[in-house]
């Protein structure tokens, strides 16, 4: 436990330090700052537009932070033979990987706590009192999607090259996203073998709509009674999966 501690709290200074992360963040205190003036413009009030950006918002900085931070910090480190310098010490790499995942998903928790703390003070300020609950439920389901992603960047990290990792990472969120439409087309197909792939990766891939619930909160709709609890538990073991994935690849990885 101490080793993945130590993983963990390495890959932290490291993302810190990268510039990378501060120009994301300053991206979306621009966003927010804008989302404040949008909302006189907007058919919406200015609460529903700034909880829909800030939602927006968190969702795009976790996957850049997924995607630049993430496949950089492990592809980095094999590209450079600089891993050589920790597996060489007692250190298992099943806990080389949960180390770099969780030093990753506490760096992408913080970065969301900064920008929920923006917009529900703002939207504090403009309101008068505190937003509904529901935003948080919101915040809680992107930062399981993102550990999704976190993993899956991972996972791709172990065996291909930092661009493609990045490439792939893109395409994994993009799917996820569509599952459902990869759903209908495999029903509107004629073509035995086809409808067979495409249902394949319907069952393969994640369903992060799954974890979209910013309509609902802006909107004020109503959420199914246990959504957020099934999601969250979906979430964790989809990324128990990728992360178990990860360490099977990494461990056959000849380094």
């Not at 501060?22 to 009030?45: K, P, Q």
């Not at 090259?161 to 799917?175: D, E, G, N, R």
């Not at 959504?227 to 538990?233: L, V």
């Amino acid at each position: 436990m101490r080793t993945i501690y130590l993983v963990a709290l390495n890959t932290f200074k490291e993302t810190v330090r990268n510039k990378v992360l501060y120009n994301i963040l300053l991206v979306a205190a621009v966003v927010l700052l804008l989302a404040m003036s949008f909302g006189d413009l907007s058919v919406m009030s200015r609460v529903q537009v700034m909880s829909d950006f800030g939602l927006a918002t968190m969702s795009l900085t976790g996957l850049l932070l997924a995607v630049f931070i993430g496949v950089g910090v492990l592809g980095a480190e094999i590209a450079d033979k600089t891993v050589y310098g920790v597996l060489c010490k007692p250190v298992d790499r099943i806990q080389f990987i949960v180390g770099k995942f969780s030093g990753l998903f506490v760096t992408l928790a913080l970065n969301f706590l900064l920008i929920a703390l923006i917009f529900v003070t703002a939207i504090t300020i403009m309101t008068g009192h505190a937003p509904r609950a529901e935003i948080f439920s919101a915040v809680l389901l992107l930062l399981v999607e993102m550990s999704v992603i976190i993993a899956a960047a991972i996972a791709w990290s172990c065996f291909t090259t930092p661009t493609l990792a990045a490439i792939f990472t893109l395409s994994f969120y993009v799917a996820g996203h569509l599952n459902d439409l990869i759903t209908l087309s495999a029903d509107a197909q004629s073509n035995p073998f086809v409808k067979t792939i495409l249902t394949a990766l319907h069952y393969i891939l994640p369903n992060l709509e799954y974890f979209n619930i910013r309509t609902a909160v802006v909107f004020g709709l109503t959420i199914a009674q246990g959504h957020i609890f099934f999601a969250t538990i979906y979430g964790l073991l989809y990324t128990g999966l990728l992360l178990l994935i990860s360490s099977i690849l990494f461990d056959r990885k000849d380094l």
